[in-house]
């Protein structure tokens, strides 16, 4: 139990394009869904967190309206980068919570290059 | 601020016993998680200290001082498979569960 996916497991896109990154919980509700970047050997950082059926939270320094997050229900949020730029590249991780004192569940990832 | 430090890479041998440690300075406290991250994929759950004190799990042990701000991660007859990177996370205060990572240790086991 407690699976999370993401899709596209990998996606190349042109500068100036949007791209929309999915994350669904299969086997379970998630109260809240969380939203991590990661760079090469580097940690995850969190960028966003989001609760089914309100606004995303944004970490400091994430720019809310760069990184479009929509929770539409207790199993699917979604993170759309739009205006992707080069800098934008990373790995995307997303994660679910059902609450109390259980871990996040991670999902695959989704890489993303920008060209 | 937040901060959560490990030591970026170690080595170990096939069989050994290694122990990567984590130091936190954090404004809330609700737990520790361990995970390990293989390249290109996504952490998955290791162990989970709230209280002081030593949880084992198999190969696996965690270890918590909260008063020292001080976790480790032991890790027993180290197998080739074990090497990945290992991240400390702190569960910040509050009912929303949010993970302040650390910096992550990469750790290479060798035949």
């Known amino acids: 139990g407690a699976v999370v996916s993401q899709h596209p497991s990998w996606v190349i896109c042109k500068s100036g394009t949007s791209v929309k990154i999915e994350c669904r919980s299969l086997?379970?509700?998630?109260?809240?869904m969380f939203w991590y970047r990661q760079f090469p050997k580097k940690s995850l950082m969190l960028m966003a967190t989001s609760n089914e059926g309100s606004k995303a939270t944004y970490e400091q320094g994430v720019e809310k309206d760069k990184f479009l997050i929509n929770h539409a229900s207790l199993t699917l949020s979604t993170l759309t980068v739009t205006s992707a730029h080069p800098e934008d590249s990373s790995f995307y991780i997303c994660s679910a919570w059902t609450g109390g004192w259980e871990t996040q569940y991670f999902g695959p990832g989704t890489r993303l290059l920008v060209l | 601020g937040q901060n959560i430090d490990q030591p970026t890479e170690m080595t170990a041998t096939e069989g050994a016993i290694v122990q990567i440690n984590c130091t936190y300075q954090t404004s809330g406290f609700n737990g520790l998680f361990w995970y390990q991250q293989h390249a290109g994929e996504a952490p998955t759950f290791l162990s989970y200290n709230v209280l002081d004190g030593l949880e084992e799990k198999g190969r696996f042990s965690s270890f918590l001082s909260r008063s020292k701000g001080y976790s480790y991660l032991l890790l027993k007859e180290l197998q080739m498979k074990d090497s990945a990177s290992y991240l400390c996370a702190v569960r910040d205060q509050g009912n929303t569960d949010k993970l302040i990572f650390g910096t992550g240790t990469r750790l290479q086991v060798f035949p």
């Open positions: 086997d379970f509700q998630a109260t809240t």
